[in-house]
């Protein structure tokens, strides 16, 4: 049986339980045994190893970077991008191991782009440079299906999307950034959640799922609260009805998976984006006043369901 | 199987296991459970209580702004003691979840009008600095909300650090670490100790382990960061001195729960630690976030764990992008580093019990 922190907690203020007896349930049931101290200095190790000794190696071709024939800076990279993908594919090292391997080739990649990049001036900030380095990730990204680089790659695309309406799309208001980027996020999300669910081989942690649906509704925050000051456009529809839309799907989908994060940022989000409003309307101080009784009550409601909720969900 | 006998097997597990007979109070037990069952916090509640919180202040402390209240100091400096009264009040009377947004953001908005009062009214920065210490500490002993101390815990260590800061005694920066250091580690090291004691202690157990933590991170940051705060740079070892026997220690517990007996295996690991320690000597901030680390995986604290990577790596690619040596010099001791680390990684072996500790 499992004995967590609350329960020692809780035994503990209603008994007499010495100091020794707390001691010893702690060690048995809630600290570290030696065997999860050797997969974590393990996997410690393994990590910083990697990241220090590929940083020595890329540092020391810096060093005399200008020197260097650009055949030998490209092939440089591409030889290390090869010698660690053969180590994973040929070796027979721990999977979790490999994983972590082809994270970091994924961000070699990235370095190789921008050798290119300084080889043919054709400028590190470009978008084109990061649709690159999305792109031949991709394939990777999809087979290992590993989180940590699942975020890289979505990282990398929202980059690609920003930089690309900053230095093509000229024309893009700041609305229909932040519809697009609303949309691409939850499209990510809902995938997620949908093969998670059905497919049964894969599992998607719900940290991940949490980081993404944050950034999703991060998007779609900043959009209508910018929209509320900005003249109207054909984004601010689109932007608004889909996340009344999506907020609903969300927020039905929380009571039924019984996921309080969702409980908790949706309702926030529309806090802010009411706050937002209010301001719009007037900014007397008085105006001030009343956002932040606003904030505060509808902070504490939002609360309140959740703890009602949680309670009904651990009775059930 | 339903709560009550949950409880009960729970409660007989844990007397099977001890070799001593205790007592306790069932029935008050159960209410306990039923009680905290009312009011559990997750971390979605508590991250919703501390950004409502946070922008509900925002939004007041403008409103003040806008009607010209900080014109009057008195004004001010009345408002702030009532909102801290009144706070710690509400919490001492209903200790309910549902009020921490409302309390956190009042408790707040106190501490900034008292010392925006004070400070117009021209008293000391040294006393504003005393005397929001010895509130905090107050707030402690009435009342062990979670948020409310976390936050006086924060005040108590700013405040602290401004009385180093504000008195040009930049170099007192190493005590403040190195005290630091030390309860960090006390308070991680004697959780069993420190809940016995008191019912008190044990309610502040968590959030004080948390302000610790980030108390520290404020201090190493200064230490780390020497366009902030001018610090002789000659003298960043300082910290050290106390964060390395700190280090060793620990790692002395490590290798005692690892079940490492031989003497030869103790020596190298001791050596090889000991190395690692010296080897960030001058850049305590990150043998300081590898103490981190190390206690919150002991204590299995996840929290501290992620707290402490984030700092690592944001420390570590400080340390490098500040180093004054060629890059070449830069990559010989990276490479070599990582060498070392997975040899390491090699020499841990993955079942036996007896293992390689750090």
Redesign the interface.
């Known amino acids: 049986?499992n004995?967590d922190k609350?329960?020692?907690?809780?035994?503990?203020?209603?008994?007499?339980?010495?100091?020794?007896?707390?001691?010893?349930?702690?060690k048995?049931h809630?600290?570290?045994s030696?065997?999860s101290?050797?997969k974590?200095?393990?996997l410690l190790?393994?990590s910083?190893?990697?990241?220090?000794?590929?940083?020595?190696?890329?540092?020391?071709f810096?060093?005399?970077w200008a020197d260097l024939h650009k055949f030998i800076k490209l092939g440089l990279v591409e030889g290390l991008i090869i010698t660690l993908t053969s180590v994973v594919l040929f070796s027979n090292i721990k999977i979790d191991i490999k994983h972590i391997i082809i994270t970091g080739t994924a961000i070699l990649v990235g370095v190789l782009f921008a050798v290119f990049g300084q080889i043919y001036q054709t400028g590190a900030n470009a978008y084109d440079f990061f649709l690159g380095w999305t792109i031949f990730i991709t394939l990777w990204v999809v087979v290992l299906n590993f989180p940590p680089l699942w975020l890289v790659f979505i990282t990398l695309v929202n980059t690609t999307l920003i930089l690309y309406s900053e230095q093509v799309a000229h024309g893009w208001s700041a609305i229909l950034l932040s519809t697009l980027l609303f949309s691409i996020n939850l499209l990510f999300l809902v995938a997620f959640i949908i093969t998670s669910k059905t497919v049964e081989t894969i599992k998607t942690p719900n940290w991940f799922l949490n980081i993404i649906a944050l950034a999703t509704i991060v998007f779609s925050t900043i959009g209508i609260s910018i929209s509320i000051f900005e003249p109207y456009e054909l984004a601010t529809l689109v932007l608004v009805s889909l996340s009344v839309i999506i907020y609903a799907i969300g927020i039905i989908y929380g009571l039924r998976a019984k996921k309080?994060?969702y409980?908790?940022?949706i309702p926030?989000s529309v806090?802010?984006i009411c706050?937002a409003f209010f301001i719009k309307i007037s900014v007397?101080?008085?105006m001030?006043?009343i956002?932040?009784?606003f904030?505060?009550i509808s902070?504490?409601l939002?609360?309140?369901n959740?703890?009602n909720l949680?309670?009904k969900w651990?009775?059930e | 199987m339903n709560k009550e006998a949950t409880i009960k097997a729970l409660l007989e597990n844990i007397r099977l296991s001890q070799d001593d007979a205790f007592e306790y109070d069932e029935t008050a037990i159960l209410g306990a459970y039923e009680k905290s069952e009312n009011d559990q916090s997750s971390i979605s509640i508590k991250i919703l209580s501390i950004f409502g919180g946070f922008l509900a202040t925002i939004t007041f402390v403008a409103f003040l702004g806008l009607v010209g209240f900080y014109e009057s100091e008195f004004a001010v400096l009345i408002l702030g003691l009532i909102f801290i009264v009144a706070s710690i009040w509400l919490n001492k009377k209903y200790d309910k979840l549902i009020i921490d947004t409302f309390s956190i953001s009042i408790y707040i908005i106190g501490f900034l009008s008292l010392a925006f009062g004070l400070t117009e009214m021209h008293v000391d920065q040294n006393i504003i600095a005393i005397l929001i210490i010895i509130i905090a500490s107050i707030s402690l002993v009435i009342t062990q909300n979670y948020l409310l101390s976390f936050i006086s815990v924060l005040m108590i260590s700013t405040s602290l650090l401004t009385l180093i800061l504000s008195n040009n005694y930049y170099d007192l920066i190493h005590l403040y670490v190195g005290i630091m250091v030390i309860s960090m580690t006390y308070w991680f090291l004697n959780e069993a100790k420190i809940i016995t004691s008191h019912h008190k202690l044990s309610l502040l157990y968590d959030p004080v382990r948390i302000g610790l933590i980030i108390s520290l991170l404020f201090g190493l940051i200064i230490v780390d960061n020497g366009d902030i705060v001018p610090i002789a740079q000659n003298f960043v070892w300082i910290s050290s001195l106390i964060i390395i026997p700190t280090g060793m220690y620990l790692i002395h517990i490590i290798a005692k729960i690892n079940n490492i007996e031989s003497q030869k295996s103790k020596t190298l690991i001791y050596a090889l630690s000991l190395l690692i320690f010296l080897s960030t000597a001058f850049s305590p901030s990150i043998s300081g976030t590898i103490l981190i680390l190390l206690l919150s995986f002991l204590v299995n604290y996840k929290t501290g764990l992620i707290l402490g990577i984030i700092a690592l790596i944001y420390f570590i690619c400080q340390y490098y992008y500040n180093l004054s040596f060629t890059l070449l010099t830069k990559s010989i001791i990276l490479f070599l580093s990582g060498v070392i680390f997975l040899l390491f990684y090699l020499f841990t072996p993955q079942k036996t019990v007896k293992n390689e500790a750090i």
């Open positions: 049986m004995i609350k329960d020692i907690r809780i035994i503990n203020r209603y008994s007499d339980l010495s100091e020794k007896q707390v001691d010893k349930i702690l048995a809630v600290y570290n030696p065997e101290w050797q974590f200095l393990r190790f393994i910083l190893g990697i990241a220090f000794t590929t940083a020595g190696i890329l540092f020391f810096a060093y005399n309080g994060f409980l908790s940022i926030f806090i802010v706050s007397d101080p008085g001030f006043f956002i932040s009784l904030i505060v902070v504490t939002v609360i309140r959740l703890i949680q309670k651990t009775n």
